[in-house]
Each structure stands twice: as structure tokens, then as C-alpha cells.
């Protein structure tokens, strides 16, 4: 298992990125590690729930906004995939959407 560790900051805010206007942003498939997640599909809905929740209380926009859905290069092999960039409430809620019985999520 890889262990991710950050020493004097949070692992949350080392992923973090900042937009050309200065939003920032995370990778969902940098967060998933972070979250005790190995496999992208399990994530995906855990993602696509904290979505769910954004858009029945701000609307579809907002949802839009704040997990926007994309498609880039990742990984070793910089092999082209799914990845949804999330907004520091999003990924606060895909973490309270998260698996309770992972130690990361606990």
C-alpha cells in the first residue's frame, strides 16, 4: 500500500491547485488515495453523491461549478481518464459521502 505523507502541512493542501483567475482546485483522483479509495469506479460515485447534493441545494450550476468533470492524462502512463475537479466544499462532501469503514474517512 502506498503511504502518502506530508511533513509540516496537510496531505489535503499539498494536492491542492489554483486556476489562471486563482480558484482553487482538487484533482478527484488525487483525493481518492487521500480518502482510502483504490479504484476510481468505487470513487466515482462516492464524487457523483457529494455532486448530487451540491446540485439539489445550489442547482445544477453550481454543481457544475464546483465538481466540474473532465477528462485528462493521469497516472505513470499518463493514460487519459475521467477526473472531476472538485472545490474545497465538494471534496468536504465527498469525504462525509465517503465509506465510513475506511480509516481515512473515520
Known sequence: MNEITHVGG?????????????????????????LGYRKWERFADTVDQARLVIEAEDGAGAADREASHCREAFGRTRQTGDNVHLSRRACYLTAMRGDSRKPEIR
Do not use: H, N
Open 10 to 34: 496537510s496531505p489535503f493542501d499539498a494536492i491542492k491547485q489554483v486556476r489562471w483567475d486563482g480558484t482553487e482546485f482538487w484533482s478527484a483522483r488525487e483525493l481518492m488515495p487521500l
